[in-house]
Every structure is written in structure tokens, then in C-alpha cells.
């Protein structure tokens, strides 16, 4: 697997690719690679003839100075990790090579990037989660790019930014990936201690208990909700939201109905964890 670090690299080395009639999928990671990111780079494997991985911990969606420092970095592993899932090239630029000198231009998605997330995080994260996303396209032009579902959120930001621009690129979004005990797969779960990672598979086991109580004929938000929040309050976590929402637009639902996501955001000490199912309530139910 080829490591390149600069974007003339990067696009000579597709346009190779594409003058041999080969499919180009991007895999874009901030690094601390885990069976998460590795399924998308199988997946991209199995669609494209040609897979690039990006790995860039983008400053410009942190709000915090010590979140961002605190990042897991270990690019020698990340670089073995995905060329054994098939990778065939590493794209790992520096910030200056992503944001040069006078960089003055953001990408701003309306609409789906206020809520959840943005409330929390501010309006820089997904300014800046749109800007790189953009950046990264534009640089490699791939035919399709990968993201997990983990990422509820960004991926539906991803998907507007894309149809609202007419970026001639498929976006796929792939099934979260999780530990043994339910546990969403994140590069921040490393840095959870002991006593964190005993309480953090409650945060699906509570998504579950939602998902369990719609299956179960449960079809007001709040009442689905209220099993979810009892294993969160018996654990001592509470969230900073945990809340049914519309797939397509993330606005409320007080009625579960069709296609709902449920999310959930919660610290445990000083690590902020994210999770999301899709739960589906037929129409004709009542």
C-alpha cells in the first residue's frame, strides 16, 4: 500500500487507477482505526477496484483545544490495519497541506446540522466536517465514499451537502459495528478507564430497550423512551440527549411512526460517547 501526503500524490496516483478502468471508492477516517472503519474499507473493497483511506484528524470540527490533542493517533498501525482490509492507498496529509496559508472558505450545511450534535458541539463542527468532507471529495473525486451509520448525523449532513452541490459521487452509509457487548465501535473507546467502560454498553442497551418497546406495539415517543432512560439512570449517566427523531430531517417525533432514529449522547468522565438505531414502526401498526 502506497502512503501519500500530498495532493498532487494523491490525484496522480488515481488518475492512474482511472486509466485502467478502475473504480474508485474513499474511505475518509480521522485515524485510531477499529473494526468500525476496517468494515468500511472492506465494503469500498467489494464495490471498487481502487480504495483510498484518508486519515486526517481535522482541527477545524473541534471545539475543544484538548479534545483534539487528546485524539488517538498511531498512523503506522492505521496504515497496517487498512491495508490488510484492502486499502490501497493511505492518504495523510498535514493541516497545512489541507488548510495552506490564507485558507479562507467553509462549507455550511442548513437544517440538519443545528440539532443533536451542532447544539452540543457548536456551529464549527459541522462547518468544519463539511468543509473537509468537501475538500476531500474534490481532491480525489471518487466514485463512491464510505461512512458508517454510528455517524447518524454526519452521514445525513454528508448525503444533503452532496445532492445539494451535485457531487458526482454515491454516498453509501454502512451498518454501525459493534463490540460483543453492544457497544458502538468509536476511536474514543480507548480512551475510556476502567469504571467508564463498565457503564458504557448501557448507552445501547438503552437504544435497544427503545427499539425493543416500538416492537412491542409502543408508538408514543415518550413512553418508548422511558425504558432507555431508567437503564441510563441506574447506570448514573446522563445524557446530554436522548431523543426519537426523524431519519430524514432529525426534527422530534412525538409518534413513532415509519422510519425513526434514535440517539443518544452521553460523557462518561471525560470522554463523550455518541449512538444511534434506526427502529422502524409499520405503518399499519396501531
Partial sequence: MIVARTIGELRGLVASARGRGERVGLVPTMGALHEGHLSLIRRARERCAYVVVSLFVNPAQFS???????????????????????????????????????????????????????????????????????????????????????????????????????????????????????????????????????????????????????????RDTRRALVAGARLLADAGIEPEYFAAVSSETLRPMETIAGEVLVVLAARLGDVRLIDNVLVHAPESAT
Fill in 64 to 218: 475543544e483545544t484538548q479534545d483534539l490533542s487528546r485524539y488517538p493517533r498511531d498512523e503506522g498501525r492505521d496504515a497496517e490495519l487498512a491495508e490488510g482490509a484492502g486499502a490501497h492507498m493511505l492518504f495523510a496529509p498535514t493541516v497545512e497541506e489541507i488548510y495552506p496559508p490564507r485558507f479562507a472558505t467553509t462549507v455550511e450545511v442548513f437544517n440538519v446540522s443545528e440539532s443533536l450534535e451542532g447544539a452540543i458541539r457548536g456551529p464549527k463542527h459541522f462547518r468544519g466536517v463539511a468543509t473537509v468532507v468537501t475538500k476531500l471529495l474534490n481532491i480525489t473525486q471518487p466514485d463512491a465514499a464510505y461512512f458508517g451509520q454510528k455517524d447518524a448525523q454526519q452521514a445525513l449532513l454528508i448525503q444533503r451537502l452532496v445532492r445539494d452541490l451535485d457531487m458526482p459521487v454515491e454516498i453509501e452509509v454502512c451498518p454501525t459495528v459493534r463490540e460483543p457487548n453492544g457497544l458502538a465501535m468509536s476511536s474514543r473507546n480507548v480512551l475510556l478507564d476502567a469504571a467508564a467502560r463498565r457503564r458504557a454498553p448501557v448507552l445501547s442497551q438503552a437504544l435497544f430497550a427503545v427499539r425493543d418497546a416500538v416492537a412491542s406495539g409502543e
